[in-house]
């Protein structure tokens, strides 16, 4: 028998960020990180377990109860949020990169949404956190009312790895914002860009405990869901573990969002342009090698145009360049693990032994054996009911089916268990918006898809529960408390304040 010995790389990371501190795991398990696109060792990190996550919700925790974070002024975090901007900011070439090489997101993407946007995200929240109303007085029918709002506790925060910093950040920001405290488990998958976090974080002078993070597994994530100090649970994932955590936080009566899966539809609309819809196949269906939960991996096409159509997206995938994401040429990297690259694999050949028609791509390309590549791949004449059109695959093979009428195109996109993105493609704006009503999603864009950091985000039926982005996504993170005074003692307060 051989053993394999890793050699060391600069990348290696053997601790956890707890209480402002690099903190010694409890076990000894470590995940080895593989460059997506080559199939090579990129470092070793240390996997954490149940006792690895009570010491990082006991730091959270005593940093809410016992700590200055609980006692802080809105703009006094807002400062500390600022500063944790600034301090990512100055890591954002090296975090981008890093993504990519770990889950093969195209560099040009990967700086926009894992080097900006999670420094956009902290300045979004630091302004919403000095403009929230946390105390109102409103008069009772003997007396009056305060209305406080205070933040919900410690957040335990469970993010995937496809946009592992901005999904973080769609987390913590506004959790900071509200005054919470978090303990962050990052995927495995991604392991390696989470120590970014963690180093912004020190250099901004975060006080200790406010945020943690502790790498693991499903194991880890459930000893985080269920451990007993943390008030809220902040996950985004699959449907699949979403169902799991959701009983669990109904068992115990513990707040939690779900930002989950999707199968999301395109209708092209008998007008539509399809030189815009082709352009805006990048964001709306191929963001990410599709590695996206808003993929719109169903087109709808009109009879009358349905050739037309077919003929778009497959010319369109069939001309996307393949290759290393560290290349700004590229445009479609590698699946992010080979695991995953078999998952999709499996996808296209459902797709195959179904009745679809095979218009591009069904297989790996030609001269990329290293690494998890898979070709942009599209089926045609897909049902609705087949697997390719029920089932999330998370990688570039789309489906595209007919409808006869636009009844028949909302009913087909809205038949799916999911309801998370869609897009309508039209050359009247003013009915795109109308039609838009009728799709049951969270998200709908009209002739692009692109996300909106300011507006709320988040699914309808099994895509989730709850939304996140724009100034909304802090009432996840707070709580009411009425409290209630009677007319006499009102008045002697306002005397007292006057
Ligand atoms: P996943 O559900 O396998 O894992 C997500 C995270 O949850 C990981 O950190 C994992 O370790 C943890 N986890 C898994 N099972 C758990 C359990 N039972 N208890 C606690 N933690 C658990 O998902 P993934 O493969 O990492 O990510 C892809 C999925 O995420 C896709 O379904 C995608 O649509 C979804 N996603 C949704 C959104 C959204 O905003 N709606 C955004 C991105 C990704």
């Not at 630091?126 to 008069?139: F, G, N």
């Not at 978090?182 to 390696?192: D, M, N």
């Given at each position: ?41 990129l ?12 010491a ?68 979004q ?16 029918h ?64 975060l ?29 985004t994932g ?53 590695q ?40 479609c ?6 695991t ?47 697997t ?14 007919p ?5 028949d ?24 918006i ?25 699914g ?39």
């Open positions: 028998m051989t053993t394999t010995v890793d050699t060391p790389t600069d990348l290696d990371r053997t601790r956890f960020f707890i209480d402002g501190a690099w903190a010694t795991p409890h076990g000894s398990e470590t995940h080895r990180s593989v460059e997506a696109a080559t199939g090579e060792l470092g070793t990190a240390a996997l954490g377990d149940a006792a690895d996550i009570d990082a919700v006991g730091a959270a925790r005593t940093a809410l109860d016992h700590g200055p974070w609980g006692h802080t002024s809105p703009a006094e975090r807002a400062e500390v949020m600022r500063a944790f901007a600034g301090a990512l900011a100055k890591r954002a070439t090296d975090t981008s990169t890093l993504v990519s090489r770990e889950n093969g997101m195209p560099i040009g993407m990967s700086q926009a949404v894992n080097g900006g946007a999670p420094v956009l995200l902290l300045k929240y630091a302004k919403v956190a000095t403009s929230l109303d946390l105390e109102t007085v409103r008069p009772s003997s007396g009056a009312t305060i209305v406080r709002r205070e933040p919900v506790g410690v957040v335990g925060a469970i993010t995937p790895w496809n946009y592992p910093l901005s999904l973080a950040m769609m987390k913590i920001a506004p959790a900071l914002a509200a005054g919470c405290t978090i303990v962050l488990k990052p995927s495995p998958e991604t392991a390696l860009d989470s120590y970014v976090l963690a180093d912004a974080a020190l250099e901004a002078g006080p200790p405990g406010v945020l943690n993070i502790v790498l693991g597994g499903r194991d880890a994530g459930a000893a985080l869901v269920g451990h007993p100090g943390v008030d809220k649970v902040a996950f699959s449907t699949e573990a979403g169902r799991i955590i959701g009983a669990e936080c109904g068992r115990l009566v513990r707040r939690c969002t779900l930002e989950l899966g999707g199968k999301s539809a395109a209708i092209v609309c008998e007008d539509a342009d399809l030189d815009v819809f082709r352009r805006g196949l990048a964001g709306a269906s191929f963001m990410n090698n599709s996206t939960c808003t993929t719109q991996s169903r087109i709808l096409a009109p009879w009358s145009r349905y050739e037309e159509v077919v003929d778009a997206v497959a010319t369109y995938a069939s001309e996307l360049t393949v290759g290393n994401p560290l290349d700004p040429s590229v445009a990297g590698p699946m992010a693990s080979e995953h690259l078999e998952r999709v694999l499996g996808y296209v050949e459902a797709g195959r032994e179904s009745r679809a028609r095979l218009v591009t791509g069904g297989g790996r390309p030609a001269g990329l054996d290293h690494g998890w590549f898979v070709e942009p791949t599209v089926f045609a004449d897909v049902d609705n009911q087949d390719l059109a029920r089932e999330e695959v998370f990688g570039p093979v789309l489906a595209v089916m409808y006869t009428d636009e009844d195109a909302v009913r087909i996109a809205n038949d799916s268990e999911y309801g998370l993105a869609g897009s309508v493609w039209t050359a009247d704006e003013e009915h795109g109308e039609l838009a009503s009728r799709i049951r999603t969270g998200t709908v864009g009209v002739n692009y898809y692109e996300l909106d950091l300011g507006a709320p985000f988040g309808m039926k099994s895509s989730g529960i709850g939304r996140e982005l724009g100034s909304e996504a802090v009432d996840n993170y707070l709580e009411y408390q009425s409290v209630y005074v009677s007319a006499d003692a009102m008045a002697r307060r306002r005397e007292e304040q006057a």
